[in-house]
Antibody
Framework: EVQLVESGGGLVQPGESLRLSCAAS????????MHWVRQAPGKGLVWVSR????????NYADSVKGRFTISRDNAKSTLYLQMNSLRAEDTAVYYC????????WGQGTLVTVSS | DVVMTQSPLSLPVTLGQPASISCRSS???????????LNWFQQRPGQSPRRLIY???NRDSGVPDRFSGSGSGTDFTLNISRVEADDVGVYFC?????????FGQGTKVEIK
């Protein structure tokens, strides 16, 4: 069974940074694209970023470009999202998901940006 | 960006009755290789999303056969043949043909 476990969320002030992690098991992690998708409280799903299997191809949503950095460590089967210059509008549950169309999702980690 | 428009946004259904959710895209979702990357996700209350259907009509492993997907081009539908209590939640369509991926607003299915 595929398991994705996010961690690293929390409460931060505007302008601060956080690093999210997503630990994967039950799949050949190094073979799959991985993604971050977020969901603001009571709102819909918004794709944030994606990275290909070997980390050589990366895309970001315009809203996070230049502030967020996605990366992966295939030896550790772990996906990361470095979030800098956080804003109130970045407040959301952040999910990682696997594969070309997100066949598996983690439970999410809540990021709250507030002064 | 491709805009995904779902209707209705709220769907009260009687147990055992069918339900249908429409999803329309602002441009064709047919990829250059002929595939159509339209997926459906279910999000039960307090849970993370779960993929139900991929590439328009393919059910994921473990998804009951009362769920089915259909459509082509810009018009897609998720059907539930007989709604059960376990089906309560929000359903999202998502296109994976054009970057960036985009999701519909979600349709909340509840029991009458």
């Amino acid at each position: 069974e595929v398991q994705l476990v996010e961690s690293g969320g929390g409460l931060v002030q505007p302008g601060e940074s956080l690093r999210l992690s997503c630990a994967a098991s039950g799949l050949n992690f190094s073979s799959y694209w991985m993604h971050w998708v977020r969901q603001a409280p009571g709102k819909g799903l918004v794709w944030v970023s994606r990275i290909n299997s070997d980390g050589t191809y990366i895309n970001y949503a315009d809203s996070v470009k230049g502030r967020f950095t996605i990366s992966r460590d295939n030896a550790k089967s772990t996906l990361y999202l470095q979030m800098n210059s956080l804003r109130a509008e970045d407040t959301a549950v952040y999910y990682c998901c696997s594969g070309g169309s997100c066949f598996a999702w983690g439970q999410g980690t809540l990021v709250t940006v507030s002064s | 960006d491709v805009v995904m428009t779902q209707s209705p946004l709220s769907l009260p259904v009687t147990l055992g009755q069918p339900a249908s959710i429409s999803c329309r895209s602002s441009q064709s979702l047919v990829y250059s290789d002929g595939n159509t990357f339209l997926n459906w996700f279910q999000q039960r209350p307090g849970q993370s999303p779960r993929r139900l259907i991929y590439k328009v009509s393919n059910r994921d492993s473990g998804v009951p056969d009362r769920f089915s997907g259909s459509g082509s081009g810009t018009d897609f539908t998720l059907n539930i043949s007989r709604v059960e209590a376990d089906d309560v939640g929000v359903y999202f369509c998502m296109q994976g043909t054009h970057w960036p991926w985009t999701f519909g607003q979600g349709t909340k299915v509840e029991i009458k």
